[in-house]
Structure formats: structure tokens, C-alpha cells
């Protein structure tokens, strides 16, 4: 027996207390380590549109040479659900992050490192939630440019219904999920 699905993605429950905006802040966040260098492109196209990017850097993460006046860079934070807060859009992996950032109402847009990673993004697509940037030889500027158009070009009621339907899929109840249905399984028929 397989516990599949979004419904049973296991995040902090945090993350659903999140209040995204659509005139917030885009967030960047490529996990610890960054192997594919996408931060510095992800900037470079974030601070094309003019709002506050806010870049977190994992404790792996070899440099950064890129900045600007409008981007704050995060090293190495305890959680992400205090950036997350108030953003309009994450830029990430298709992973954790991407759960988390859904979790908390803000929608993504994906990299991804390998063909099962592209086959969660397609899914996210899909459903909606996430546009999917592809693997890292498709990862352009230009291409992250036009998906954070893509997104943020959206009328508010627009980007609000994309932002509560991502939690409705990720809604950080999946341990509670979890916990019940392993108790089914152990005594069959009760609930």
C-alpha cells in the first residue's frame, strides 16, 4: 500500500497561515545548494518587473555576485514561511519549497533537476498552480521572464483563485492524512 498524492504531502502546517499578495514580494529559493546555478538568472529576470525579489541562500550555495537595491538576500533561514508571507510569486526546484510555497498560497514557477521533477512540475502546471520552466539546459532569462509574466499579469481575482486553489491541493493537513490512514490500515473498518 502507497500513500500517493498531494493530498498526503506532509508540510508545516505554518505555511498554510501564510497571507500571499499579489503585489508582494517574488521570492527565489533553490534549496541549499543551487548545483545548476538558476538563483542568478532567477534574479536577473525578477528584477526586470520592478518589485522586491527576495533571494534566499541555502548554506551550500557557493557565491553570489549579482544584487541589487531592490533584492534582499536571506542566508540559510530556519524556515521560508516568513518569506513566503506576502509574496506574489516563488521561483524554485520542484521539491519541498515548491510544496511549502503552495502550501502557503503563492504560486511558482519550476526548475526542475531531473525527468521525475518534470513530470511533478507538468502536473503542477496542469493543475494550474505552477507554470514549469523545464530542465536546466531549457533555463533562460527570457523564458523565466515571460512565465513571471505570465503569472503576475494576472487580474487580482485571477491570481487569487490560482493562489487558493493551491491550497486547496497543498493545505498542510498531509501528517494528519498520513496518521489516519496508517490507523486504517492497522484495525481495518475503523475510521
Known amino acids: 500500500k502507497v500513500l500517493n498524492g498531494l493530498e498526503y504531502v506532509i508540510v508545516d502546517p505554518a505555511f498554510a497561515a501564510c497571507q500571499p499578495s499579489p503585489d508582494g514580494h517574488i521570492l527565489i529559493s533553490m534549496g541549499g545548494r543551487d ?11 525578477a528584477n526586470a518587473f520592478g518589485c522586491k525579489v527576495v533571494t534566499i541562500i541555502g548554506p551550500q550555495f557557493d557565491s553570489l555576485t549579482l544584487k541589487s537595491e531592490r533584492t ?12 513566503l508571507n506576502g509574496a506574489a510569486l516563488c521561483l524554485c526546484a520542484t521539491g ?28 503542477l502546471q496542469f493543475l ?20 513571471i509574466e505570465f503569472l503576475l499579469s494576472r487580474s487580482v481575482e485571477l491570481w487569487t483563485d490560482i ?9 498542510g493537513r498531509g501528517v494528519e492524512r498520513v496518521a489516519e490512514r496508517i490507523c486504517q490500515l492497522i484495525t481495518p473498518g475503523q475510521s
Open 128 to 147: 494550474g498552480v505552477a507554470r514549469n520552466l523545464g530542465l536546466p539546459s531549457q533555463f533562460t532569462v527570457e523564458r523565466c521572464q515571460a512565465e
Open 35 to 45: 548545483p545548476f546555478n538558476f538563483t542568478p538568472l532567477a534574479m536577473r529576470a
Open 163 to 171: 493562489s487558493n486553489h493551491a491550497r486547496t491541493l497543498i493545505d
Open 96 to 123: 519541498m519549497t515548491a510544496y511549502e510555497a503552495l502550501c502557503a498560497g503563492v504560486p511558482c514557477i519550476l526548475g526542475n533537476i531531473s525527468e521525475d521533477h518534470e513530470r511533478t512540475a507538468n502536473t
Open 72 to 83: 534582499e538576500i536571506v542566508h540559510s533561514p530556519a524556515s521560508l514561511a516568513p518569506y
